[in-house]
């Protein structure tokens, strides 16, 4: 048996807002452990998805088991955790914490503490974690190491003085992770001889593997050709393979307590496989499962449909194997007079959206098309009853609405002062309303309570923009209160189009209108017909574009031998029209949606 | 007695035009007794499988047959004579190109038995046909044309319209100078771009820009406005003539009637024992005469047309004209009735519009209908 005793193993997440060098440093412990090679090794090693590797950022959280021969002569077992700093990927970061006993808390010293730092860390101390600080890139001239250390102490609290200093990028100080790792976090516990129980932390779809799971096993042991049991799903499988990540997939014989890896045990359906759940022994099980893990809670809905509408199972069993490997995203199905079958996805972001999308055109090859995201709003009926509504298309007459109530987020902003007016400006015309506002160096805190409407409505890249990309930015939801809000319907000939309807305060629903009627004007082309373009409260019109014939559009010269061309020529425009969507007699191109649904004011 | 067009292609010219996509060819030597023997051939095969029929009208097009030798013409259009039987006021037309054209050759032609000219003028202006790589002058082109109306006793010329940077009153202005050398019939094209042309990459580098739409129309709406103070009327999209002096050739392309085509790269419509069939010769001159010679045709494709097609080809050709589709004659042809090939929400929409109209004897579409025929067929065919 290859086990290590539980007091040579040591678990732990690797925490911190964006870019402060996570996965970074990451690289560099996996070098010195010699995980991988020099040749082997490439930057963000982890990120070994294509959208991560383009993006510089990391989306799924990643784990490596690391050997490492400590000062004290012994050798232990580091289990590492990558996670996303991205606000979007907190789910990723909470189902890590759960797996381990400690953090590495990665603070950017040119940076200091930004606001995922402060969720991020937040997070790790409810999860009991023993947590080391870690200042990166001293290399950078910017790199204020005082003043960063009395930061985290003033801010978040924690003793800095022990931090350790380093540079992921240069591989200085490394050595000093690796001592503080072994020395300073708890050894997990756990009984090797109780009945197993493993906590099921993330799981993916293997084209050649099928489903695999990652485990963390807190106790008995996981072993080839068990039979398992899913405690929460009551599923039954005999184990296939067990083993962990150095990175590279490495087979064991079994985990015991304390490890992590993973196993694949022809796990057919995707249902079966439910984060959070616990693995258990069929014929020796534990009697309680372990906490498991919160539910999500989308924020954000849109609809995803299929271009071709013959791709609907393909997108269906792609949603499946995708929310495998992301349970932090939903779907439930939805028809849609204008765009047909497909499914309302809910998320918990914007990027996370934006990410599934295109994991999903790339890693499933679907050509796909979204409506605008939209949050989730409660609509209470004048007849007492309460509904939740995730697609404007299904708001009900206004007659029968009593009122809405939308939900708010609390927003906490760092800004250098020199960007805090533009930030408050920006605050208060998405109908912000600020609860503190406060001051560590140069650097401004302002705290406040927004509609996550106005934030879904391309908040973000406002942001970003009026900051120069200094602002970050970290949110909670904060309820829900009653708004003065309408639905624009957006008609093409008078038929309204569902995708394109959505939900605005009264005091921005005229520009927007506006604005998405002027860009429709421009993405459909000129048709047979005349296409007028409303966008409509209720039964008021309050923008109107039209869009006029096509003045002209026919083959000058035929002839005889032109006849089997132009009968071609027609075929060929018959099977372009299915990629069109028709509107009556108009026909509106698939890139003119998309173009218009982006909603970027 | 079922009638029959024929089509006889003559696939070389002096130089190839950079907006033409006709199948034509540049040889240092064309070699003629090879070719007109091989066209014999074809011919003769032809009529062997087609029967006794109405000879209505023999086209040679090219390609530029006014290269084609005087002689030469006369043995193909008495082989035809021969073969088939030809109706008494048969129409006789050849394609002429003004650089190849002489008092001499055209005399030729007319005692070959050819009754009518269609002379490749494409504009009257010098710089237009520098532009478009046209080997002859304004000069030449006015001579042909005035040439053609001593010898022949019909005749037409081919103008190129639409053009980049052409302006309403430049097109007025050129067009009405046309007119008044025209006689009774005029073919008035729009500039296309065909793909695989050198205009065509030209036109993809951006080089030159051709009219949007709206001017497009204006242009075209102006060409008729001018061509009917001249009693010129457009029988088709880009055809326009004097009552009953249309292209009777043509006309049977666009009524969807039989016709046979021979022939380098020539295409065909022909009704057999077994059906319509969609014939089409071998591109290539030389490798079409091999197939003559070894096979005696060069036929490369030999298509049946289903009823479903024949009505589909029938609206695409007939609603081009004027005059529009026959319902009765429709049916006759295809086997189907008009509603079984077309859409019929379309229909109402078209109608609706003003783009169509229907009564129990035709289906036509209106001039507004017939600018925009490309998209009225998209919708309305099925
Ligand atoms: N100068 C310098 N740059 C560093 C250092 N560590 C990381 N970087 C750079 O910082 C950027 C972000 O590094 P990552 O390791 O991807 O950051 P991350 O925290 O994993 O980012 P997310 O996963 O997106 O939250 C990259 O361009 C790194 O090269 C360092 O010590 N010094
Ligand atoms: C078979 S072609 C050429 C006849 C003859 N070879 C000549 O060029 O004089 C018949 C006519 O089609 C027209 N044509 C050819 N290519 C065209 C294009 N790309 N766009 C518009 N008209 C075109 C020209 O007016 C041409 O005279
Ligand atoms: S336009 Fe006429 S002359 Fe010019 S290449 Fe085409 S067929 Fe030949
Ligand atoms: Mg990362």
Known sequence: MSNTPTSHIRNFSIIAHIDHGKSTLADRLIQLTGGLTAREMTEQVLDNMDIEKERGITIKAQTVRLTYKALDGETYILNLMDTPGHVDFAYEVSRSLAACEGSLLVVDASQGVEAQTLANVYQAIDAHHEIVPVLNKIDLPAADVPRVKQQIEDVIGLDASDAVEISAKTGLNIPAVLEALVTRLPAPSGDPDAPLKALLIDSWYDQYLGVIALVRVKDGRLKRGQRIRMMATGASHPVEQVGVFTPKMVAMDDLGPGEMGYITAAIKTVADCKVGDTITDDRNPATDMLPGFKPSVPVVWCGLFPIDADDFEKLRDSLGKLR?????????????????????????????????????TREFDLDLIATAPSVVYRIHRTNGATEELHNPADMPDGSVIDHIDEPWIKASIMVPDDHLGAVLTLCNERRGQQVDLTYVGTRAMAVYRLPLNEVVFDFYDRLKSISRGYASFDYAMDGYEEGDLVRISILVNMEPVDALSFIAHRSVAETRGRSICGKLKDLIPKQLFKIAIQAAIGGRVIARETISALSKDVTAKCYGGDISRKRKLLDKQKEGKKRMRQFGKVEIPQTAFLAALKMDA | MQSLALYIHWPFCLAKCPYCDFNSHVRARIPHARMIAALRRELAFEAARLGPRRLTSIFFGGGTPSLMEPGDVAILIADARALFSAEPDIEITLEANPTSIEAGRFRGYRDAGVNRVSIGVQSLRQAALTFLGREHDAGQAIAAIELGRRIFPRISFDLIYARPAQSLADWRDELRQALSLAADHLSLYQLTIEPG????????????????????AALYDATGEEAARFGLLPYEISNYAAAGAESRHNLAYWRYHDYAGIGAGAHGRISLVDGLFATRRHRAPEVWADLVEREGSGSVEETGVSPADQAREALLMGLRLRDGIDLAAFAARTGLGIDQAIDQESLAACVEAGYLTRDGVSLSATAEGRKRLDSVLAVLVR
């Not at chain 1, 939903?330 to 309302?344: I, K, P, Q």
């Not at chain 2, 580098?205 to 739409?213: K, V």
Request: negative net charge.
């Open chain 1, 324 to 360: 495998l490997n992301d349970a932090s995203f939903h779907y439930e199905a939805e028809t849609s007079a204008a765009l047909g079958f497909g499914y309302r996805c809910g998320f918990l972001g914007l990027l996370h959206l934006e990410i599934i999308q295109e994991r999903l």
């Open chain 2, 197 to 216: 042309t050198q205009f065509a990459t030209r036109h993809a580098r951006g080089e030159f820009a051709l009219p949007d739409d709206e001017l497009g």
